[in-house]
């Protein structure tokens, strides 16, 4: 049976087919839809975790347990578990363990660019990097037999254009394969990485490298394809279909397993070839390992190590070596920069924010947007959990140097789960006078709202205990817990400006439910009255993207777009917005 499948959507259908029966991980773009799209079966026991790590350990206990499991993260959720993966290289698996990291070359959702191929290298494990969905679909299997063969955790690396580009895919729905094992225990000097138990270990993970190097030499998915000789290539992932866009005819070494190395087939493969290009994305991951092989190849001289690669940009590196042929692939689309949605409760928060003049240290999630004019109200945004420590060593440093400006942290409720607690526990345990705002939205907004343990909605629907902020919060030792709307400026200003100021840590709970969480409610929309506009400007200072400037010079609030949230008229200073009368729409 034939489907049309992106990659994330193949990796499901691989984890069902090849028996996995548990699997977990944390949202995130580009990796999000593996787990949303294996908790649709119902025969694997799928969850979100709080993060990364929780979601690769609990994955590690149904390995042990004797069940295949799976992780699946993106490429910064795998810093996150990587404390786990080091040692888990050294312990080892039982039953079959995959952990499914997703790159994000040119940073569409994401904060840095890292290679998450460099964990393989790091961790000693092997690294599996499928071109297409028909391979992230078929690489399972072979990360499953590989892991239980050599006793490892295979690392299967996607991209985002892989991730999120859909071919078709041959699938068997009605095949499932399972494996299950009696379950692991008793076995200390395996799984207990006391030094004496690990420095064992340690001697076992070079053996097993040693033998994975043979098994890369033989496994067809590292392959040459042989063609014209007056150059070759050798690439990996979605680099190899652009490659072939552009030198179909060449000879080219195509590798899906990329750590370790096959390293007789890539002598067999350079030794008939005068000129050896690597086309890869990123880190020169494959030319380095190359290059300690004494093989000389040309790859980061003429490729970007930066952003995505694509045909037209591997022409250009080839014809600064002679190569000639033009391939147009690309339009220039017009720009369109990302904006909150009109009507999100961070638009009027950040308001006043701005207005009060606060330096706002914050964290990864939609609100990052409010750093881009005209907000210009968030000052850091660097990982998750860091804008509760950084306001702490903020506040530490104006007060060394004797300044008095207004510090305040921000977080989402989903990220506060992730990894705000523990810095929040700290800023207490040191005293530091900051209040922090934990944005309650109801849910992980940034990926499509998806359930947390603030929400007691589990990945597969089902209600599970709520975690209580303010409850919470105070057993950690915050004698001052405030909640208040969103929606309500002048609630919002009042209390932020108390609290900014207080000279004990506080926590602020800011509600107003994500819009993908409302959905459903019918409202008025708004409108200007021009007779009454001053030209102020002001409600373009919201940036919300129903109000825009008219062509009349004034500004004008989209009715198709307009949620009827409020925030713009409750921030005109001459009455010059009002609900739309008998215009009700649903969000």
């Not at 489907?3 to 959507?9: D, I, K, V």
């Not at 989209?558 to 921030?571: P, V, Y």
């Amino acid at each position: 049976m034939m489907n049309f499948l992106s990659g994330n959507e193949a990796i499901a259908a691989g984890a069902y087919e090849f028996g996995v029966s548990f699997a977990a991980g944390y949202p995130g773009t580009p990796s999000t839809e593996i787990l949303e799209t294996i908790s649709q079966y119902p025969e694997i026991d799928s969850q979100w975790a709080v993060n990364e790590k929780v979601a690769l350990d609990v994955a590690i206990g149904a390995s042990l347990g004797g069940i295949r499991s799976l992780a699946a993260m993106k490429h910064v959720g795998l810093n996150v578990a990587s404390d786990t993966l080091m040692t888990l290289s050294y312990t080892g698996v039982h039953a079959g363990l995959i952990v499914v990291t997703v790159d994000d070359p040119n940073m569409n959702s994401s904060q840095n660019e890292q290679d998450n191929r460099n964990y393989a290298k790091f961790a000693k494990i092997p690294l599996l990097e499928p071109s297409d969905s028909q391979e992230a679909k078929d690489f399972i299997r072979l990360a499953l037999r590989i892991s239980e063969s050599f006793d490892t955790p295979v690392l299967l690396r996607l991209t985002a254009r892989v991730a999120h580009s859909k071919t078709v895919v041959k699938i068997n729905p009605k095949t499932r394969k399972v494996k299950r094992m009696n379950p692991c225990d008793g076995d200390s000097a395996k799984y207990v990485m006391i030094p004496s138990n690990a420095k064992k270990r340690r001697i076992f993970v070079d053996q097993r490298s040693d033998r994975l190097k043979r098994f890369s030499d033989k496994t067809p998915v590292n392959r040459i394809e042989w063609g014209e000789k007056n150059f070759g290539i050798i690439t990996s992932g979605i680099s190899y279909h652009y490659t072939m866009e552009v030198c179909p005819d060449q000879s080219i070494l195509k590798l899906g397993m990329t750590y370790p190395l096959p390293t007789e087939k890539i002598k067999e493969f350079t030794k008939a070839l005068k000129n050896v290009y690597v086309i890869e994305e990123l880190d020169p991951f494959l030319q380095e390992q190359l290059g300690s092989m004494g093989i000389k190849t040309t790859g980061k001289e003429v490729f970007p190590s930066t952003g995505e690669l694509s045909p037209d940009i591997i022409c250009r590196g080839l014809s600064k070596k002679g190569f000639q042929k033009t391939i147009t692939t690309r339009r220039k689309w017009p720009f369109r920069a990302p904006l909150l949605c009109a009507g999100c409760s961070y638009l009027g928060l950040f308001y006043i924010l701005k207005k009060l003049g606060m330096i706002v240290l914050g964290d990864i999630g939609c609100y990052s947007l409010c750093a881009q004019p005209p907000l210009s109200a968030l000052h850091t945004c660097i990982s998750m959990g860091s804008g509760i420590g950084i306001a702490q060593g903020y506040k530490k440093a104006l007060k060394q140097n004797g300044q008095k400006k207004k510090v305040i942290a921000v977080i989402g409720d989903s990220t506060f789960i992730h990894s705000g607690i523990t810095p929040l526990i700290d800023l207490i345990y040191n005293k530091e006078p900051v209040s922090v705002i934990i944005l309650d939205n109801g849910g992980t907004a940034m990926t499509g709202c998806q359930g947390h343990p603030g929400t007691g909605i589990t990945l597969k629907n089902g209600e599970s205990p709520k975690v209580n902020y303010e409850q919470l919060v105070k057993s950690l030792g915050i004698k001052r817990v405030i909640e208040m709307n969103s929606y309500n400026l002048g609630e919002v200003r009042t209390i932020i400006k108390k609290e900014s100021v207080c000279q004990k840590p506080s926590v602020i709970i800011a509600k107003g439910l994500c819009l993908l969480v409302a959905k459903g409610n019918q409202y008025e929309s708004f409108k200007i009255i021009p007779s009454r506009c001053t030209k102020c400007g002001e409600c373009l200072l919201l940036s919300c993207p129903a109000i825009a400037m008219g062509r009349n010079q004034y500004p004008r609030i989209d009715e198709k777009l307009c949620t009827g949230c409020s925030l713009c008229q409750q921030i005109c200073m001459v009455q010059a917005i009002e609900e739309t009368q008998g215009v009700q729409k649903i969000c």
